[in-house]
């Protein structure tokens, strides 16, 4: 399994960002597909995750309304649409699927 990460980076307050995770490896489209996040000394938490029927999904109560998940399975690759960022969503975020995690991507919100 691999879970490679790009997107990520520095935004004021209220900007966006989008992450991608390209899978390969396993059978993307029959897997649910999730992001986590981790800020400095805090646990790692689930963000969002996105079932696989591309419709279903569940968000963390700190993003619902400004992150969205999305995946394209002919690309084999999963999204992270997050607007109206706050710099409580500084953190490392992490691409999770079949048990793997992606090499994780800083994301910064600071004026």
């Known amino acids: 399994v691999q879970l490679e990460q790009s997107g990520g980076g520095l935004v004021q307050p209220g900007g966006s960002l989008r992450l991608s995770c390209a899978a390969a490896?396993?059978?993307?489209?029959?897997?649910?597909m999730s992001w986590y996040r981790q800020a400095p000394g805090k646990e790692r938490e689930l963000v969002a995750r996105?079932?696989?029927?591309?419709?279903?999904?569940d968000y963390a109560d700190s993003v619902k309304g400004r992150f969205t998940i999305s995946r394209d399975n002919a690309k084999k690759t999963v999204y992270l649409q997050m607007n109206s960022l706050k710099p409580e969503d500084t953190a490392v975020y992490y691409c999770?699927?079949?048990?793997?995690w992606g090499q994780g991507t800083q994301v910064t919100v600071s004026s």
């Open positions: 999770r699927a079949v048990g793997s």
């Open positions: 490896g396993f059978a993307f489209g029959s897997y649910a």
């Open positions: 996105i079932f696989s029927d591309g419709r279903t999904t």
